[in-house]
């Protein structure tokens, strides 16, 4: 769901509405994170206007794009396994096809992939796809086409995405580009370039036509949610150069957020992801006064242990990091809290993952997206830092990281037990075709009999079964944010 990385849908192809008058066929498919999948939903309603129409059949396509991730090795080696199927393609059945990469293998990687992979006609970065009319002429004409340039302003907040394989139900909504941290294990601020927030009017705009279009829940997106703020555009590090007028009038998340909910209030949000550095409690004041703010934080930490923290430049300790737990327990009462981890960080000991394992104890996470580091060139720490934990202990304090956290998620949704919780009914379950399957405001995932509701209503389950990850119950009726 809004797990940066969803594995479930790795490589899915998307397909819009049909325009009657477009000829040509367009194949596209994205890999990473949630901003990959909305950026690609840009990406087609550039392409509608061009003439492309989309289709899932890889064989007849005129023009295959990928959108792909660099944030792991896996991540680009499985975009390089896509690009020989495609390369066999061209080869056996579509000769005319032209293929484009984009993404943050685009912009990592740049023009070696038109020198070294003959099979790409094209590279474009993720600021670059307003572009890319131009560049498939260029391609049209039988030349090489790329734009990997970063920009200081583009936020593609004046392009209406169209929904791509959507339940009508569920939508993301980009509401900064880009990241200014510099964690030291992370390729994104160099894929992706410097953070920027798009205008609060077009964020609301979007919402609105969701809205009018029968869509139930929003999921405000960002690398550094938090970071949010808008003065009038420009780059969030240079607000302190803002004039006067600029600074009174800024919007920050907790106003963003804010605005969101008053002027939407049959709508559900949701947001990802908070960077614990950038976390403020106004943010955590507005979760708790609106009940149509999910009650979820998706806060990643990385590792337990402070030396380890400032080795990532992650900019707090242990700590702060718990005490802004602490804060969060306290604010919003029974709020969901999950992670992202990366064991085997260069010079991690057995004591800094011993850290890791008993601050997970203490926040009781409900989720978590784990991980072994995986070096990413250019990056601070794989210039400066030797990879130094090997592969099997990475992997074994990953696998006690795993299990430690399928225990406390089990304690987590044990808690429900017995509970009324409001849920929005987003599809029928995967087990069974009698049962509804969606998600309370903590994010847990909740199955019940049908009965008479359907998707996209907001009804009240009691909780009677729950397993590590699923709550099972009983609709009791509809609840108040049923229209
Ligand atoms: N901006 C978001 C997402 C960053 S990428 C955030 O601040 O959380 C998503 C996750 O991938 C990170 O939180 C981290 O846990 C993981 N990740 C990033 N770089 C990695 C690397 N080099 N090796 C292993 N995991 C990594
Ligand atoms: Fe990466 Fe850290 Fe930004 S994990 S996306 S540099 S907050």
Same mark, same amino acid.
């Given at each position: 769901?809004?797990?940066? #990385?969803?594995?479930?849908?790795?490589?899915?192809?998307?397909?819009?509405?049909?325009?009657?008058?477009?000829?040509? /066929?367009?194949?596209?498919?994205?890999?990473?994170?949630?901003?990959? &999948?909305?950026?690609?939903?840009?990406?087609?309603?550039?392409?509608?206007?061009?003439?492309?129409?989309?289709?899932?059949?890889?064989?007849?396509?005129?023009?295959?794009? @990928?959108?792909?991730?660099?944030?792991?090795?896996?991540?680009?080696?499985? @975009?390089?396994?896509?690009?020989? /199927? $495609?390369?066999?393609?061209?080869?056996?059945?579509?000769?005319?096809?032209?293929?484009?990469?984009?993404?943050?293998?685009?912009?990592?990687?740049?023009?070696?992939?038109?020198?070294?992979?003959?099979?790409?006609?094209?590279?474009?970065?993720?600021?670059?796809?307003?572009?890319?009319?131009?560049?498939?002429?260029?391609?049209?004409?039988? =030349? !090489?086409?790329?734009?990997?340039?970063?920009? /200081?302003?583009?936020?593609?907040?004046?392009?209406?995405?169209?929904?791509?394989?959507?339940?009508?139900?569920?939508?993301?909504?980009?509401?900064? =580009?880009?990241?200014?941290?510099?964690?030291?294990?992370?390729?994104?601020?160099?894929?992706?370039?410097?953070?920027?927030?798009?205008?609060?009017?077009?964020?609301?705009?979007?919402?609105?036509?969701?809205?009018?279009?029968? &869509?139930?829940?929003?999921?405000?997106?960002?690398?550094? @949610?938090?970071?949010?703020?808008?003065?009038?555009?420009?780059?969030?590090?240079?607000?302190?150069?803002?004039?006067?007028?600029?600074?009174?009038?800024?919007?920050? &998340?907790?106003?963003?957020?804010?605005? %969101?909910?008053?002027?939407?209030?049959?709508?559900?949000?949701?947001?990802?992801?908070?960077?614990?550095?950038?976390?403020?409690?106004?943010?955590?004041?507005? #979760?708790?006064?609106?009940?149509?703010?999910?009650?979820?934080?998706?806060?990643?930490?990385?590792?337990?242990?402070? =030396?380890?923290?400032?080795?990532?430049?992650?900019?707090?300790?242990?700590?702060?990091?718990?005490?802004?737990?602490?804060?969060? /327990?306290?604010?919003?009462?029974? %709020?969901?809290?999950?992670?992202?981890?990366?064991?085997?960080?260069?010079?991690?000991?057995?004591?800094?993952?011993?850290?890791?394992?008993?601050?997970?104890?203490?926040?009781?996470?409900?989720?978590?997206?784990?991980?072994?580091?995986?070096?990413?060139?250019?990056?601070?720490?794989?210039?400066?830092?030797?990879?130094?934990?090997?592969?099997?202990?990475?992997? =074994?304090?990953?696998?006690?990281?795993? !299990?430690?956290?399928?225990?406390?998620?089990?304690?987590?949704?044990?808690?429900?037990?017995?509970?009324?919780?409001?849920?929005?009914?987003?599809?029928?379950?995967?087990?069974?075709?009698?049962?509804?399957?969606?998600?309370?405001?903590?994010?847990?995932?909740?199955?019940?009999?049908?009965?008479? $509701?359907?998707?996209? !209503?907001?009804?009240? @389950?009691?909780?009677?079964? %729950?397993?590590?990850?699923?709550?099972?119950?009983?609709?009791?009726? $509809?609840?108040?944010?049923?229209?």
């Amino acid at each position: 769901m809004e797990k940066e #990385i969803d594995e479930k849908k790795q490589g899915t192809s998307l397909v819009l509405e049909q325009k009657e008058e477009n000829t040509k /066929k367009l194949f596209i498919e994205s890999y990473g994170c949630a901003m990959n &999948f909305s950026d690609s939903e840009i990406v087609a309603s550039i392409l509608t206007e061009q003439g492309y129409n989309t289709t899932q059949n890889l064989e007849e396509a005129d023009l295959v794009l @990928v959108n792909t991730c660099s944030i792991r090795d896996k991540a680009e080696q499985t @975009v390089r396994k896509r690009l020989e /199927k $495609y390369n066999a393609v061209k080869r056996s059945i579509n000769p005319g096809m032209k293929v484009g990469v984009l993404g943050c293998m685009a912009e990592r990687l740049k023009s070696q992939f038109l020198e070294e992979e003959k099979i790409v006609d094209m590279v474009v970065g993720p600021d670059a796809y307003k572009d890319l009319p131009n560049l498939l002429k260029e391609v049209e004409e039988g =030349r !090489d086409a790329i734009n990997v340039i970063l920009s /200081k302003d583009e936020t593609y907040g004046d392009i209406s995405p169209v929904r791509l394989q959507s339940n009508g139900i569920n939508a993301f909504v980009s509401i900064t =580009r880009g990241c200014d941290n510099m964690c030291t294990f992370c390729v994104v601020p160099f894929t992706r370039g410097r953070e920027r927030s798009r205008e609060p009017q077009s964020i609301l705009e979007e919402i609105k036509d969701l809205w009018e279009r029968g &869509f139930k829940e929003i999921t405000l997106l960002g690398q550094n @949610v938090d970071s949010y703020l808008w003065y009038g555009g420009g780059l969030k590090k240079d607000f302190e150069k803002a004039t006067e007028m600029q600074k009174a009038t800024a919007v920050d &998340f907790a106003q963003l957020l804010d605005m %969101c909910a008053v002027q939407f209030p049959k709508m559900r949000f949701r947001f990802s992801t908070s960077n614990p550095q950038d976390m403020h409690e106004e943010v955590l004041h507005v #979760i708790a006064k609106h009940d149509n703010i999910c009650n979820y934080i998706h806060l990643p930490v990385q590792s337990g242990s402070t =030396r380890i923290l400032q080795e990532m430049n992650r900019q707090h300790t242990r700590e702060e990091y718990m005490a802004l737990v602490d804060k969060i /327990k306290a604010i919003i009462p029974g %709020c969901s809290i999950s992670q992202d981890m990366i064991t085997g960080f260069p010079t991690e000991t057995e004591e800094d993952h011993q850290d890791t394992l008993s601050l997970m104890e203490y926040v009781e996470y409900d989720f978590g997206y784990m991980f072994a580091y995986s070096e990413r060139p250019g990056t601070l720490a794989a210039r400066k830092m030797e990879d130094d934990v090997p592969e099997e202990v990475k992997k =074994r304090r990953l696998q006690e990281v795993v !299990d430690l956290q399928q225990e406390l998620s089990h304690r987590r949704t044990s808690r429900f037990l017995n509970q009324t919780v409001e849920v929005l009914i987003e599809k029928e379950s995967k087990r069974s075709d009698a049962h509804w399957s969606g998600r309370n405001s903590e994010n847990m995932v909740t199955v019940f009999p049908k009965g008479d $509701y359907k998707p996209g !209503d907001f009804v009240l @389950v009691k909780v009677n079964d %729950c397993t590590t990850a699923t709550l099972i119950g009983e609709a009791v009726g $509809y609840s108040n944010m049923q229209n």
